[in-house]
């Protein structure tokens, strides 16, 4: 009776110890993607990501490394879904993929100021108040950051609506989470944050409050005037990631409703004097020159759902002169590829362990003895 039922034992537990094998394989190899894909690929990717030297002349240049350098992080358009829009799927992913690639570049580039210029909410315009609640404490919990680090928003037309739809209550529910400073100076560089939105009204350029308060602003940086670069929420007039000549560029956007009017852009560009001006809104990156002397640089959506390549800029900046250089983020097709080849992996490794498939290393081994024998 002993023996029959050791034998039975060992007849019963091979193909179990034969499936357990199986399914460790298989956890292994799922568990290995899933930390490359969800979590290690955003190190990979970000660690190639410098920030950009600063260029001393030749004459003052000894003076230029002596200047105090800030760190600034710029990132546009996240959009985060709400309530209405959206599947809760695409949510959770697009969300996970930016709490990462924010908390990762965090942690590796060590900003000292981060910008996000504009619609951080895809449905900010039309939420309720408990939306916006909860909209924001997932905001909160993304892009969680140091006391010391700090992070300024601009509202956009996303956050707040376009300027027919804004009220007074959107903009001091924004407000009172982001606050409404226009000027922020640190290390002695003056930032000018200025959401486009508010300057547009019906039949005018740029409505009488706002104007004011741009009036206001310019005479406070008259008083310590220093080269200061703009960062507003705006609309730059170009598309795509390289942007054609003034002459040759078609502009895809209505004046006055997608874009500043011309004469808002002059007078912002004569009250403010900027050296550079960063904007958002378009999702893709693109460099115009206004009057052939201020750049303005579009900044790229921060956000998968809008982008299968999302980026930032990363700008070391001086009161004196800046240097900007464009972050990449993983890229959501090469995600989508490892994901397919696990996939097929996962397949053959299951069926070879069945005998359904020959396994790739036999066959080499079959083959390789045929042809030790002749």
């Given at each position: 009776?002993?023996?029959?039922?050791?034998?039975?034992?060992?007849?019963?537990?091979?193909?179990?110890?034969?499936?357990?094998?199986?399914?460790?394989?298989?956890?292994?190899?799922v568990?290995?993607?899933?930390?490359?894909?969800?979590?290690?690929?955003?190190?990979?990717?970000?660690?190639?990501?410098?920030?950009?030297?600063?260029?001393?002349?030749?004459?003052?240049?000894?003076?230029?490394t002596?200047?105090?350098?800030?760190?600034?992080?710029?990132?546009?358009?996240?959009?985060?879904l709400?309530?209405?829009?959206?599947h809760?799927?695409?949510?959770?992913?697009r969300?996970?993929?930016?709490?990462?690639?924010?908390?990762?570049?965090?942690?590796?580039?060590?900003?000292?100021?981060?910008?996000?210029?504009?619609?951080?909410?895809?449905?900010?315009?039309?939420?309720?108040?408990?939306?916006?609640?909860?909209?924001?404490?997932?905001?909160?919990?993304?892009?969680?950051?140091?006391?010391?680090?700090?992070?300024?928003?601009v509202?956009?037309?996303?956050?707040?609506?376009?300027?027919?739809?804004?009220?007074?209550?959107?903009?001091?529910?924004?407000?009172?989470?982001?606050?409404s400073?226009?000027?922020?100076?640190?290390?002695?560089?003056?930032?000018?944050?200025?959401?486009?939105?508010?300057?547009?009204?019906?039949?005018?350029?740029?409505?009488?409050?706002?104007e004011?308060?741009?009036?206001?602003?310019?005479?406070?940086?008259?008083?310590s005037?220093?080269?200061?670069?703009?960062?507003?929420?705006?609309?730059?007039?170009?598309?795509?990631?390289?942007a054609?000549?003034?002459?040759?560029?078609?502009?895809?956007?209505?004046?006055?409703?997608?874009?500043?009017?011309?004469?808002?852009?002059?007078?912002?560009?004569?009250?403010?004097?900027?050296?550079?001006?960063?904007?958002?809104?378009?999702?893709s990156?693109?460099?115009?020159?206004?009057?052939?002397?201020v750049?303005?640089?579009?900044?790229?959506?921060?956000?998968?759902?809008?982008?299968?390549?999302?980026?930032?800029?990363?700008?070391?900046i001086?009161?004196?002169?800046?240097?900007?250089?464009?972050?990449?983020?993983?890229?959501?097709?090469?995600?989508?590829?490892?994901?397919?080849?696990?996939?097929?992996?996962?397949?053959?490794?299951?069926?070879?362990?069945?005998?359904?498939?020959?396994?790739?290393?036999?066959?080499?081994?079959?083959?390789?003895?045929?042809?030790?024998?002749?």
């Amino acid at each position: 009776m002993a023996r029959i039922g050791l034998g039975f034992g060992r007849w019963n537990f091979h193909p179990l110890k034969r499936k357990s094998s199986l399914l460790l394989k298989l956890i292994a190899v799922v568990f290995a993607v899933l930390l490359f894909c969800e979590f290690l690929i955003y190190y990979l990717v970000i660690f190639q990501c410098k920030w950009p030297e600063m260029k001393p002349t030749a004459d003052d240049g000894e003076q230029a490394t002596r200047e105090p350098v800030l760190k600034a992080m710029f990132l546009a358009d996240t959009h985060l879904l709400g309530e209405f829009l959206g599947h809760w799927l695409d949510k959770l992913r697009r969300e996970w993929q930016m709490e990462r690639a924010f908390q990762t570049a965090l942690w590796l580039l060590q900003p000292e100021v981060i910008f996000i210029l504009g619609d951080v909410f895809d449905e900010g315009k039309w939420s309720t108040p408990e939306a916006w609640a909860d909209d924001m404490a997932r905001f909160q919990k993304m892009f969680r950051h140091p006391s010391h680090v700090q992070l300024k928003v601009v509202a956009g037309n996303h956050d707040i609506g376009f300027h027919y739809e804004m009220n007074i209550y959107k903009v001091k529910r924004f407000e009172k989470v982001f606050s409404s400073e226009r000027l922020f100076s640190w290390k002695g560089i003056n930032f000018v944050m200025v959401n486009s939105v508010a300057l547009k009204g019906d039949g005018c350029g740029i409505c009488s409050e706002a104007e004011a308060e741009l009036i206001e602003v310019s005479h406070r940086l008259n008083c310590s005037r220093e080269h200061y670069p703009l960062y507003r929420r705006s609309d730059a007039n170009c598309s795509g990631e390289d942007a054609a000549p003034p002459e040759e560029r078609n502009i895809p956007f209505k004046e006055n409703y997608d874009v500043l009017s011309r004469e808002a852009s002059q007078k912002l560009l004569w009250w403010l004097q900027p050296r550079l001006v960063l904007s958002g809104h378009t999702h893709s990156a693109c460099e115009v020159h206004h009057e052939g002397r201020v750049p303005e640089l579009s900044v790229p959506s921060f956000s998968w759902r809008n982008r299968n390549n999302p980026s930032f800029i990363m700008g070391s900046i001086t009161p004196t002169d800046y240097a900007l250089s464009k972050c990449y983020l993983p890229r959501e097709h090469v995600v989508l590829i490892i994901y397919c080849g696990a996939v097929g992996f996962l397949m053959v490794l299951t069926l070879t362990h069945f005998g359904l498939l020959a396994s790739p290393f036999l066959s080499g081994l079959n083959l390789l003895r045929k042809h030790k024998t002749r």
